[in-house]
């Protein structure tokens, strides 16, 4: 028998790899309470070339997420598209925003007031609502970007009242912690501010979307109620710059 080619051998690991991580995902689910369904799988495809994103959404990959805009717009007439969902999760510059707006389905990275005027903006030009998820940096870390908590409900009101966007929940990448307990109070403080802003139903705000989890801590994260996990390395492997 013949050896696999390269590319049948990446295709098999890319399906081998998603089934090991929705049958994770089911089982955090059920532990958390919840119907596997309410947790969706956002596939990261950052460095990642169309062939291989390719093998992930026909193999059934509904939502994908990129971390620069530029790579987005490149990417995406190669991709097989019908029926997915894309995000922008990276930091977007306010230069940007005129690109990406109208090219996805949400900016999960809306990171300060000013980035949210300006995509309320360029929404309004273009006509359209764009959906966004507010990001936290729940570590306060100076490296990340992010709302710290102690701003956050300031901006939160602020941004709730510019036109043309729609704030459907929340995004967070949490330290890197040695001790899943502390990894999971990270999660939990910021599932508290999910669950007590959806309990104060505030115009123009949706919680429904929580946000949070990666390849090495998404099953800690469903855990503490997440309900959609971004995963990257462990679908495509490490990642070639």
């Known amino acids: 028998m013949m050896e696999k080619s390269y590319l049948?051998?990446?295709?098999?690991?890319?399906?081998?790899?998603?089934?090991v991580i929705n049958e994770k995902i089911a089982e955090s689910a059920i532990k958390s309470g919840r119907n596997p369904s309410e947790v969706q799988l956002m596939a990261v495809t950052k460095t990642v070339d169309p062939i291989f994103i390719n093998y992930a959404l026909d193999y059934g990959v509904k939502l994908i997420g990129e971390n620069r805009v530029q790579e987005m717009l490149r990417k995406k007439p190669d991709l097989h598209l019908d029926g997915v969902q894309k995000h922008l999760i990276g930091h977007l510059q306010t230069n940007k925003a005129g690109q990406i707006v109208g090219e996805v389905d949400m900016i999960q990275s809306v990171d300060s007031l000013k980035i949210a005027k300006e995509i309320g903006k360029q929404s309004l030009k273009k006509g359209i609502i764009t959906d966004v998820l507010l990001e936290i940096n729940v570590g306060e870390e100076e490296s990340k970007t992010g709302f710290s908590t102690s701003e956050f409900f300031e901006n939160l009101y602020a941004i709730s009242e510019i036109d043309s966007i729609r704030i459907k929940g929340l995004m967070t990448i949490p330290p890197i912690c040695e001790e899943n307990t502390i990894l999971c109070k990270f999660f939990e403080n910021i599932y508290n501010i999910y669950v007590d802003i959806k309990a104060k139903k505030i115009d123009n705000i949706d919680?429904?979307?929580?946000?949070?989890?990666?390849?090495?801590?998404?099953?800690?994260?469903?855990?503490?109620?997440?309900?959609?996990v971004r995963i990257g390395s462990s679908i495509f492997g490490l990642r070639i710059y």
Do not use: P, V, W
């Open 8 to 19: 049948e051998q990446r295709k098999a690991d890319i399906e081998y790899n998603l089934d």
């Open 207 to 228: 919680m429904s979307i929580l946000s949070m989890g990666m390849s090495g801590d998404y099953e800690q994260a469903i855990l503490n109620g997440s309900n959609l």
